[in-house]
């Protein structure tokens, strides 16, 4: 039972390289979400998904974009990666109603 | 938009000692709560939740009261355990539209010492 699965779990970046952080669901879950963490620091809400086609943008979008083709993958895109974006994503799933949101275990990302 | 606030951390308890962890949030309509744990180098897991007032949440000896009144979903157990130690959010989820963001706090660091 797979769950959420993000990939990779570790990246080192240069400043202005691009980045695909891959995230797949195999719950069928409608909702998709990504989150930044940083160091000791609350969860942001970057971008959401509420089906496929459809994505909103969170709190902190600025740098990122996403895509959501299909039900089960809602992959992030980082374009000219900054130290600003050093950070641990994180990607979650949930359905719809008052169902709660699963995590994956997240992937830290550097830039250096 | 949806908030959560959330008790300031970091908190040190001593081994079957009581915690609370405090939350209250901000928010239209009728959100969902919940309560979600962070160990050490891994991502989040729920520990309990609430979706509609007076509702109780509990697990792990960990229980939580929606209290729509005081919009408050306070965080509580009764004797803590050092594996207990981790980072504590509480988050709710909108109840219509594009208020159907997951929103969470800041997050609470726990540490119990033996």
């Known amino acids: 039972n797979a769950g959420v699965t993000q990939t990779p779990k570790f990246r080192i970046l240069k400043i202005g390289q691009s980045m695909t952080l891959q995230c797949a669901q195999d719950m069928n879950h409608n909702y998709m979400y990504w989150y930044r963490q940083d160091p000791g620091m609350g969860l942001k809400l970057i971008y959401y998904s509420v089906g496929a086609g459809i994505t909103d943008k969170g709190e902190v979008p600025n740098g990122y974009n996403v895509s959501r083709s299909t039900t089960e993958d809602f992959p992030l895109r980082l374009e000219l990666a900054a130290p600003s974006q050093t950070s641990v994503y994180f990607c979650?799933?949930?359905?719809?109603?008052?169902?709660?949101?699963?995590f994956g275990q997240g992937t830290r990302l550097t830039v250096v | 938009g949806d908030s959560v606030t959330q008790m300031e951390g970091p908190v040190t308890l001593s081994e079957e000692a009581f915690l609370t962890i405090n939350c209250t949030y901000t928010?239209?309509?009728?959100?969902?709560l919940f309560w979600y744990v962070q160990y050490p180098g891994e991502g989040l897991q729920l520990l309990l939740k609430?979706?509609?007032?007076?509702d109780k949440g509990s697990n792990k000896g960990f229980e939580a009261t929606y209290r729509k009144e005081t919009t408050s979903f306070h965080l509580e157990k009764g004797s803590v355990q050092v594996s207990d130690s981790a980072v504590y959010f509480c988050a709710l989820k909108g109840s219509s539209g594009s208020a159907r963001q997951l929103t969470f706090g800041s997050g609470t660091q726990l540490t119990v010492l033996p």
């Open positions: 979650a799933s949930g359905g719809t109603g008052n169902t709660e949101a699963f």
């Open positions: 609430a979706t509609k007032a007076d």
């Open positions: 928010a239209t309509g009728y959100p969902s």
